[in-house]
């Protein structure tokens, strides 16, 4: 595993692309120019790690777009040391973005080859999640709430309905949702019983998918 000056030079590249598409929070443009994304994908594929585009990894699933994973992180508008639940651990890479950024990161995902592959890989690299749960993150993390951000990276096709009660009155929930392709949506929570909705745009994520059984 190796990260060189050619890869830390075309980090910086895809940051200056994020800058013209309108990525502005300094903290997420500098993990962007920090997280080896191509270390996060399986060694063959180094020459996609750092384009602008989603990439399959194990159990067919994807490694999110640089841009949507900017976009998101930059809708927490993270301070040091806030608590973030992340759904979909998929390759850590968004996990590492928060990291970065200096977020205590909470993370789920539910297909257990990628949950111990990436675990593993976290190890590996040091980087140290608070928790990296095995598990169906429709319904939350609810013994480790309330978070001061949830963060969803996959299409969920309604909301799920758990994941609001577990965010801190301040906080805020970013989640796509969405059938086929989704609209980027936040709610921030402005009082224990109020929360205010915004929309941010089309995305297309992955489905989050809840387990039935
Ligand atoms: N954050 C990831 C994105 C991976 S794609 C990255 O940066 O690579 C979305 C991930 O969500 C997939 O790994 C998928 O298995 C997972 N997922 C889908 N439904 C889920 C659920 N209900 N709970 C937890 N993870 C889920």
Request: one cysteine or more; a positive charge.
């Given at each position: 595993m190796k990260d060189?000056?050619?890869?830390?030079?075309?980090r910086n590249q895809l940051a200056n692309l994020l800058v013209e598409k309108g990525i502005t929070d300094r903290a997420v443009l500098k993990a962007i120019r920090t997280v080896p994304r191509h270390l996060f994908m399986d060694s063959g594929f180094e020459g996609h790690a750092y384009q602008d585009k989603a990439f399959p990894i194990a159990a067919d699933q994807t490694i999110s777009q640089p841009y949507t994973v900017a976009f998101q992180t930059q809708l927490l508008q993270l301070r040091p040391g806030?608590?973030?639940?992340?759904?979909?651990?998929?390759?850590?890479?968004q996990t590492a973005v928060l990291l970065h950024c200096g977020a205590k990161v909470y993370t789920i995902e539910r297909q257990l080859e990628l949950f111990k592959k990436t675990n593993l890989f976290f190890k590996k690299m040091h980087y140290r999640p608070k928790k990296v749960v095995f598990g169906d993150g429709y319904k939350g993390l609810p013994e480790e709430a309330p978070f001061d951000h949830i963060l969803v990276t996959a299409g969920a096709p309604e909301l799920p309905k758990a994941l609001l009660a577990q965010v801190k009155v301040g906080g805020s929930l970013v989640i796509p949702i969405g059938e086929n392709d989704q609209i980027?949506?936040?709610?921030?929570?402005?009082?224990?019983?109020?929360?205010?909705?915004?929309e941010y745009g089309n995305f297309k994520f992955v489905p989050l998918l809840e387990n039935k059984n």
């Amino acid at each position: 595993m190796k990260d060189t000056l050619k890869h830390k030079g075309m980090r910086n590249q895809l940051a200056n692309l994020l800058v013209e598409k309108g990525i502005t929070d300094r903290a997420v443009l500098k993990a962007i120019r920090t997280v080896p994304r191509h270390l996060f994908m399986d060694s063959g594929f180094e020459g996609h790690a750092y384009q602008d585009k989603a990439f399959p990894i194990a159990a067919d699933q994807t490694i999110s777009q640089p841009y949507t994973v900017a976009f998101q992180t930059q809708l927490l508008q993270l301070r040091p040391g806030m608590t973030v639940l992340e759904i979909g651990t998929g390759s850590g890479y968004q996990t590492a973005v928060l990291l970065h950024c200096g977020a205590k990161v909470y993370t789920i995902e539910r297909q257990l080859e990628l949950f111990k592959k990436t675990n593993l890989f976290f190890k590996k690299m040091h980087y140290r999640p608070k928790k990296v749960v095995f598990g169906d993150g429709y319904k939350g993390l609810p013994e480790e709430a309330p978070f001061d951000h949830i963060l969803v990276t996959a299409g969920a096709p309604e909301l799920p309905k758990a994941l609001l009660a577990q965010v801190k009155v301040g906080g805020s929930l970013v989640i796509p949702i969405g059938e086929n392709d989704q609209i980027m949506t936040r709610f921030l929570r402005t009082s224990e019983k109020a929360f205010e909705k915004s929309e941010y745009g089309n995305f297309k994520f992955v489905p989050l998918l809840e387990n039935k059984n």
